[in-house]
């Protein structure tokens, strides 16, 4: 039971030359120029560097890998493109990147049976390009989609703009290839609906490089609707927009997507991309609709109508696709938006009941006072989860530290008002004092021995995720009643 | 029934190392392996905690009637997605427990894919939660998914968290008479395009196909699809997810799953074809249907059968070495003593 961080003192030189009989030298970096891109992934304000970068080409060279790391006691770090934003790939001091970025071949896709198998490093939005061809595409769709990989989503259960009515990776995977820590492969899920035996791939996607390195996934393709159009709502107050979504889902609606901005996001987008906000709306709510154009135009209709008895200010409904586009280039182009008037940005991921989000909000801007600091709203409204950029300036003494306590303090109100510190972006190393605050200690418990059936070294990802209850103690969160938690006697400071 | 009554019996056999068989209604007593163990009836630990229709969540006691929460759903005109059967009075952590879904479960996805959250009793008496009441949570392993399929072996479940989502606003269902082959490449070729198909149920050369959703998308995909339509379709459906349809009467049934596409192997005894293709059954005792079903990339189980032949081939299809491995694991990280439904997944754990 991992009750302390494990500690790992990897040699050097010896790791190196054990590397160089399993890859050729242009699968593997150990110069320290080569590794500085590898220091860290979306979440720039983490960096550490690994010993060696590992590129491997085949299955086979990330089996050698994954036992030599094993033998050797190195911790391995798998990583895609990097675009997580929760420091989930960022390198141990004492291990090994393992990239997956050479996985990048779409091996099939099966327009009869309706999926595609593709390696990890394939981006997401490739494999939607791939299935165009036969009118099927795969339904989650990260922001990131343009860059990040299918193996990335795997690992962190990405979702998207449409996951509220399509679901998220889970939801989307059939089945993955999975290596583990001492090289044994393992397929787990098939193209038949279930497997048997227990449901593993939900337990392997989300589990951030944790328990396994997946080398090739199996998703599920879905027909391209024939038709999509957004309706975009004003409104002069954020819990009345708050209330409309909550009025679309009591009319029996489900729509294809569901997103609100707030007033701060709509100013920092609309100079950006000339959506033609309405930068007087103290929000905005952007409701799509897709099926055939019948049932759009029905569903159109009636979340209209739904819309104005709550109370909306003015009501757009986008008429060709590239209006469609252009309602849609602001939310999506909202964080590089904001990324210019700001020096930086810290991306937070909560959820919350839907209903909690007027509070929320309130206790946000409470929070913005509270840290001297800026903050604007972007988030998916249908599912309640919530994207508050919190602004900072690096260069400043204090003010990184300041936004950190004014994310952890959204975190913590998240996981108080009924709902979880990450919704989509992951726990990585990011939010793992946090975890601390939504779980105790017979379930942080429970997570550590998961992890001992799958990697009883504790080699993959070490230090992410999951938080030893040492960190927790640390932390101050984790409640000892007279003294009332496993093995009491050891010392945990 | 408290839960610290499930914690007590569970600690109790914890300590002595008593096997425990955990029953809700015992609907599904049919289902898996052998039971064995001490009965521990929990179907006393019901109620619905929590429904809050516009955050589309229902929390409910393991021992809570399916019937029960539908009817509450019914009222705000929502609906468990996955159809579950509810059978002579199952209850939501059986539902769960065993993982099976009904009719809509091609277009809405599985019992797992609904389950939002569980409130657990693992094999040492301890209460854990994981996940919770919104649809969006990465935080930590998925370990109520896991749950969903684990027939108790993992954890007693006393109380889950589903996702729920609203009645379609229309329904209609058509028949086409249809041999098993012409059936299979029917509904392969309408599954890749765009029209809003909520069942398929395939028997002795006929159809039936369910269109949900707005009016006038299932009107426009009814012109689309021809076909007949049918009358009492409510009653039809009805009876393929309580598996009271006749296709279902066998002393040896069992079922298939497999890719939509995968032909029909060459077995006798095929009695209903369901999701899209993706679940087959027959019935009769036959040797070669594990093997066969493996072949086409799927598995069988032998769904229900006398227990002598449940001993001989067992419930559900074997593990390789490698998962079977990482499964007795996964049971000891939850149940270290092994006495949480022993036998009932698979004789190993």
């Known amino acids: 039971m991992s009750s302390t961080e494990p500690v790992f003192q990897t040699d050097r030189s010896a790791l190196a030359r054990r590397l160089k009989t399993i890859l050729p030298p242009h699968c593997l970096l150990i110069d320290e120029e080569d590794l500085r891109p590898y220091e860290c992934d979306g979440l720039t304000a983490y960096r550490e560097l690994p010993m060696a970068v590992c590129l491997p080409e085949t299955e086979g060279q990330v089996i050698d890998v994954l036992r030599n790391c094993h033998q050797l006691g190195v911790p391995v770090v798998a990583r895609g493109a990097g675009t997580g934003l929760s420091g989930g790939a960022m390198p141990h001091a004492q291990g090994v990147v393992l990239s997956l970025a050479r996985f990048n071949k779409i091996l099939r896709v099966d327009r009869e049976a309706r999926l595609a198998v593709v390696q990890p490093g394939v981006r997401n939005l490739a494999v939607s390009e791939a299935a165009a061809p036969f009118g099927l595409y795969y339904a989650p769709d990260p922001s990131s989609q343009i860059a990040c990989t299918l193996g990335g989503n795997v690992a962190e259960n990405s979702g998207g703009v449409h996951c509220l009515k399509y679901g998220l990776t889970v939801h989307n995977v059939l089945r993955i290839r999975v290596i583990s820590i001492e090289g044994e492969v393992f397929e787990i899920g098939s193209e038949a609906p279930d497997a048997a035996g227990y449901d593993l791939l939900a337990l392997l996607i989300g589990s951030e490089g944790m328990l396994g390195v997946v080398t090739e996934v199996t998703v599920k393709l879905v027909p391209k609707p024939e038709l999509a159009q957004v309706v975009m709502a004003s409104f002069d107050d954020v819990a009345k927009a708050g209330d409309a979504v909550a009025a679309i889902i009591a009319a029996g609606i489900i729509p294809a997507g569901l997103e609100m901005m707030d007033k701060p996001a709509t100013a920092a987008v609309e100079p950006f991309v000339k959506a033609g906000y309405d930068l007087n709306a103290e929000a905005i709510l952007l409701c799509e609709s897709d099926g055939t154009p019948e049932e759009v135009a029905e569903e159109i209709a009636r979340v209209t109508e739904v819309l104005n008895a709550a109370g909306a200010s003015e009501i757009r409904v986008s008429q060709s696709e590239a209006e469609r586009l252009r309602f849609w280039a602001g939310r999506k182009a909202a964080f590089p938006a904001v990324g210019r008037i700001t020096p930086d940005y810290y991306c937070m991921d909560g959820t919350i009941p839907r209903k909690r989000l007027a509070e929320m909000l309130s206790a946000i801007a409470g929070m913005e006072i509270k840290y001297g600091l800026r903050c604007a709203n972007v988030f998916h409204a249908g599912d309640g989860n919530l994207h508050p950029l919190i602004m900072y300036d690096a260069s400043q003494p204090g003010n990184w530290e300041r936004a950190e306590a004014f994310g952890a303090e959204i975190l913590e109100l998240s996981v108080a008002l009924g709902g979880s510190i990450t919704g989509e972006h992951g726990v990585g190393i990011e939010k793992i004092n946090q975890m601390c605050s939504q779980y105790a200690t017979p379930e942080l418990e429970a997570f550590h021995r998961i992890k001992a059936a799958f990697d009883e070294s504790g080699l993959l990802n070490p230090g992410k995720a999951v938080p030893s209850l040492h960190r927790c103690a640390e932390y101050g969160r984790m409640h000892v009643h007279h003294g009332d938690v496993k093995f009491p006697e050891l010392e945990r400071f | ?349």
């Not at chain 2, 392969?188 to 069942?199: E, R, T």
């Not at chain 2, 598996?243 to 060459?266: E, I, K, N, Y």
């Not at chain 2, 490698?322 to 003593?337: G, I, S, V």
């Open chain 2, 1 to 349: 029934m408290t839960l610290d009554k499930i914690v007590l019996a569970v600690r109790s056999a914890h300590a002595s190392h008593t096997p425990l068989r955990i029953r809700g209604a015992g609907s599904k007593d049919f289902y898996g392996g052998l039971l064995a163990g001490d009965l521990l009836d929990v179907s006393g630990y019901r109620g619905i905690t929590a429904y809050e229709p516009t955050e589309l969540y229902m929390t409910a006691r393991c021992g809570t009637p399916l019937s029960e929460i539908e009817a509450v759903l019914a009222e705000k005109g929502q609906m468990l997605a996955f159809e579950p059967p509810q059978f002579s009075g199952a209850t939501a952590g059986g539902c769960v427990a065993a993982g099976l879904s009904g009719p809509r479960r091609q277009q809405a996805g599985a019992v797992r894919d609904f389950v939002l959250g569980v409130k657990l009793v693992d094999g040492s008496g301890q209460v854990l939660k994981f996940g919770g009441q919104v649809m969006k949570n990465v935080a930590g392993y998925d370990v109520s998914r896991l749950i969903a399929g684990s027939l108790g072996t993992l954890g007693v479940i006393a109380e889950v968290t589903l996702k729920v989502l609203p009645k379609p606003v229309a329904e209609q269902t058509l028949v086409f008479a249809l041999d098993q082959t012409e059936a299979l490449k029917k509904l392969n070729h309408w599954g890749g395009q765009p029209l809003p198909i909520s069942a398929s149920f395939w028997h002795q050369g006929q159809l039936w196909l369910r269109l949900s959703g707005a009016g006038a998308a299932v009107e426009a995909a009814c012109r689309k699809l021809g076909g007949t339509s049918a009358v009492n379709s409510d009653q039809h459906w009805h009876s393929v997810r309580e598996q009271a349809h006749p296709a279902f009467a066998s002393d040896v049934l069992w079922r298939l799953a497999l890719p939509s596409t995968a032909p029909c192997p060459g077995l006798d005894g095929l009695r209903a074809i369901e999701w899209g293709g993706a679940l087959r059954w027959y019935a009769g005792e036959q040797a070669a249907i594990r093997g066969a079903a493996a072949r086409l990339g799927g598995h069988a189980v032998l769904y229900r059968a006398p227990e002598s032949l449940r001993c001989l081939e067992g419930a559900f299809a074997p593990l390789s070495p490698a998962l079977l491995a990482l499964h007795r694991r996964l049971k000891k990280a939850f149940d270290p003593k092994g006495i949480l439904n022993p036998g009932r997944l698979y004789a190993e754990f």
